[in-house]
């Protein structure tokens, strides 16, 4: 993971963040999936806005390192799914399976 991207002021769902979009493979799913769950909480909570977590995730959404960005899209496509539905933990993080 890089830690590189995060300061001492940023806030705790930014871990999450980094933990999810992080190239390291490493990581497993579920690890990922708990993170997601976890920013879905905030969100659905009212501790974070979307426009705050579309803030937070600019560098990963800009970068050229085309794996970090598509899992950054990734994030908040599930975080989307997670909240419309209820909250719950997220959209599942089923890779490639549309659920509509």
């Known amino acids: 993971m890089s830690g590189a991207m995060m ?5 705790p769902w930014a871990a999450d963040v980094e933990l999810f979009v992080a190239s390291d493979r490493l990581i497993t799913d ?5 993170a997601l769950r976890r920013i879905v909480t905030v969100l659905s909570a009212g501790e974070l806005s ?3 977590l579309l803030r937070g995730m600019e560098g990963c959404l800009v970068t050229t390192d085309d794996a970090r960005r598509a899992r950054g899209v990734l994030l908040l496509a599930e975080a989307v799914a997670g909240y419309a539905n209820g909250g719950g933990g997220g959209g599942g993080h089923n890779r ?3 659920t509509a």
Not at 30 to 34: C, F, K, Q
């Open 30 to 34: 579920a690890s990922r999936g708990d």
């Open 50 to 52: 979307f426009l705050e």
């Open 96 to 98: 490639g399976n549309a």
């Open 7 to 11: 300061d001492t002021d940023s806030p």
